[in-house]
């Protein structure tokens, strides 16, 4: 079913784009509408700022749509033009860009995580046009999206709990396309060694005052990219629709998304010393490995102006997914000798998430009233199943890989693998209060809120399908910001929030080693965060500083039972810089100093400790040049520098520092009367071969991830 699907997806990109030269006969002459955004738009997006890579605000929870010098927290929000002309082939590719975060891969998976301030955020906890739990947990095609919006920052108040148990140091908001006016692009590229690509964009307007918008995105990505013997299939597709009235506004999406990966290169965890990096764009992967996974997801969202200064908002959304791996992530010694075993799961999730809310002005002597009430829920129900082979497992090596027959997964068994039972089952509900209170014309923001919580978990054995443990939990979750705007050109911004995570579910098994206490709910994790910062905007260019402090209660496993009776505590300064300072140069980058501690552990020797995969300096700088010699002619290079990061608990091993150079060209003309651009672009342009992070699923983790090659990507988009 699977396969005939993908194939119909493909079909049907290829007639699309066979169709589309007949549309563009017929259709009218493109138009670019305005779009006026009412602070506060649950459905509504601020505008780009100058240069066009970044926006001038973004979503900022239950308040909806905030400009960024009103906002008293750090955003920054990457727009579509961006991900396009730097030919993004993920999340992460679009995150390189910000200073404060760093990629890397869940454990046992090929899942994206992200680490912001330090703590991690999983690819399935970033939120989908504001609803959480909706977005694919692997990965998430960025063909599919007008802005990556990064919250820096706790946001348990502003959003709610993330349901799949991160979120400290921030949150990711991706916004799916919208019709600006009626576009026809098709997009073909290369990539590796025989990796082909191929994307449509399609967009109308319509109706009345074109209230009506439409947009189609399709995508399909087969072969060998830059790692020897790695195959990717990918196919995609996206439909967006809204409206766009004086007093309702609406919006509604649907996804569809299978990606499956052959021989996928895995993390390596080192026994002790760090062996030295492998060739970038060696695979040390076992032919018989692959991550195959198919998501339909979709949300809709409204809002309706009730009176001139009250409105209502609505939004529902949900998820279908399946995932199948069949893994061997292996240890390796300082020679580079490797041990593995095999460990195949299956897993299925269905997930419903809701929001409402109500937003009233208004003013009572000389200070002006933003109320706001809105309530939430996720709910989810997991299905899965797993089985390893013997743990003595097999041997290879990281330099010279020997492909090795694959093992029977009988040796360690949970579930039936054809036919999983419910395995969890997650309820987050909450319901918010706050007042944006205005000062002085506008001049001075307060803002008070709370949201209430309740987390009810429940995890129920994989073989029998009875209850194991279940956790029902409520939490206040406070949040306190002032903005002050002593000109135009700056605003100083200081808040107070918490973050609030559901309790993580002991695993059946940690580097192998079985867990007493399996199934056990731990209680919910509740953080604090403190943050001042000053934000700079001179109409072309703007800049943010922030200093923060924020911890986290951390699990911990003692090789027999998981438990949270850990903390970390990371303290720090971040720097970000955006625009276009001279006409023709636009920049994106900045610097994050982080000083990283345990501040408690099972392991009182660790206590002043930096967790593990937590460097002390990162720092990123992208530049575009437009050349006034060539018009059309555009130059980007980007540098990227992530800091040494401890390997092992007690400090003794690290990782080496890291830098990465990109460098990209792109020749936008007219080919016939129609609108034609040419990209290329190399990413790690001196083929260094280095490990780039360590860890990110948890706090304790040490396993390496291996940077990706030298890769040349080349793409000619058309517009009719």
């Known amino acids: 079913m699977v396969r005939s699907t993908r194939r119909l997806a493909c079909a049907s990109l290829l007639a699309l784009v066979a169709a589309t030269p007949a549309l563009a006969q017929t259709q009218a002459a493109p138009t670019e509408l305005d779009e006026i955004v009412v602070t506060g738009s649950q459905v509504g997006l601020p505008g780009p700022y100058a240069g066009g890579q970044v926006a001038r605000g973004g979503r900022v929870g239950l308040f909806g749509a905030l400009n960024t010098m009103d906002t008293p927290f750090n955003l920054t929000s990457y727009t579509e033009a961006l991900i396009r002309d730097q030919q993004a082939r993920s999340i992460g590719d679009v995150l390189q860009n910000d200073p404060a975060v760093r990629v890397t891969k869940g454990f046992g998976n090929f899942q994206e995580v992200y680490l912001i301030r330090g703590f991690p955020v999983y690819s399935d906890d970033m939120s989908y046009n504001g609803l959480y739990g909706v977005l694919p947990r692997q990965y998430v095609a960025p063909e599919l999206l007008e802005r990556v919006e990064v919250f820096h920052g706790a946001t348990a108040f502003l959003n709610g709990a993330a349901p799949g148990g991160s979120g400290v140091g921030g949150a990711f908001n991706l916004v799916p396309k919208r019709a600006t006016g009626d576009l026809n692009r098709l997009t073909a590229g290369w990539e590796g060694a025989d990796e082909i690509y191929a994307a449509a964009d399609l967009a109308r307007r319509f109706g009345e005052d074109d209230a009506w918008g439409a947009r189609l995105n399709l995508v399909s990505r087969a072969g060998e990219g830059a790692v020897e013997d790695q195959h990717s299939e990918l196919q995609v597709l996206g439909l967006g629709v809204d409206r766009r009235g004086d007093r309702a506004r609406f919006s509604a999406d649907l996804g569809w998304q299978a990606n499956r990966i052959d021989a996928p290169r895995p993390q390596v965890t080192p026994n002790g010393a760090v062996p030295e990096a492998p060739s970038a764009d060696g695979n040390f992967a076992q032919p018989w490995t692959y991550t195959d996974d198919e998501q339909l997801f979709g949300a809709v969202r409204g809002e309706f102006d009730l009176t001139d200064t009250v409105t209502a908002w609505a939004a529902f959304g949900g998820r279908n997914g399946k995932e199948d791996n069949v893994l061997a992530n292996p240890n390796a010694d300082a020679d580079g000798t490797l041990s593995a075993y095999r460990f195949d799961n299956v897993r299925e999730d269905e997930v419903w998430s809701g929001d409402i809310g109500l937003r009233a002005d208004l003013t009572t002597g000389p200070v002006g009233h933003r109320l706001i009430v809105s309530a939430s829920q996720v709910r989810s129900k997991s299905k899965n199943a797993y089985a390893f082979s013997d743990f003595a497992g097999f041997t290879s090596d990281l330099y ?321």
């Not at 309790?503 to 059946?508: N, V, W």
């Open 400 to 720: 010279d890989p020997t492909d090795v027959a694959a093992p029977t997964p009988d040796f360690f068994v949970g579930g039936d693998m054809s036919d999983p039972l419910v395995t969890e089952r997650v309820n987050n509900r909450s319901v918010a209060f706050a007042d944006m209170m205005s000062f002085l014309g506008g001049r001075i923001l307060a803002t008070a809120g709370v949201r209430y919580q309740e987390i009810e978990t429940r995890s129920f054995d994989y073989n029998t399908g009875a209850e194991n443990s279940a956790y029902d939990g409520d939490a206040w979750t406070p949040a306190f910001a002032v903005v002050f705007k002593p000109s135009e050109r700056i605003s100083l911004y200081a808040n107070y929030a918490e973050a609030l995570q559901p309790g993580l579910t002991a695993p059946a098994a940690v580097n192998g080693v079985v867990v007493d206490n399996a199934g056990e709910v731990l209680a919910p994790f509740q953080s604090e965060q403190f943050e001042a910062g000053v934000k700079y905007d001179a109409g072309t260019f703007g800049a943010t500083l922030s200093a923060f402090r924020a911890n986290r209660p951390q699990a911990y496993f003692d090789g027999a039972l998981y438990t949270a009776d850990g903390e970390q505590q990371n303290t720090g300064v971040e720097l970000g810089v955006y625009g276009e300072p001279v006409s023709g140069l636009r920049l994106i980058g900045g610097a994050t100093w982080l000083d990283a501690e345990i501040t408690r552990s099972l392991d009182p020797a660790l206590v002043g400790l930096r967790p593990t995969g937590t460097p002390e300096i990162q720092a990123n700088l992208n530049a575009e040049w437009d050349v006034p010699m060539l018009a059309g002619l555009t130059l980007e290079g980007r540098v990227v520098y992530t800091g040494e990061q401890p390997v092992s608990s007690d400090n003794t091993v690290e990782l080496d520092a890291w830098t990465r150079f990109d460098a990209g060209v792109r020749y936008a003309f007219e080919a016939g009367g129609k609108p034609m651009t040419v990209r290329a672009r190399v990413e790690n342009l001196a083929d260094e071969d280095q490990w780039v992070a360590v860890g990110g699923y948890s706090p304790t983790s040490s396993y390496l991830t291996l940077g990706a090659p030298r890769t040349l990507r080349l793409s000619v988009s058309a517009e009719f």
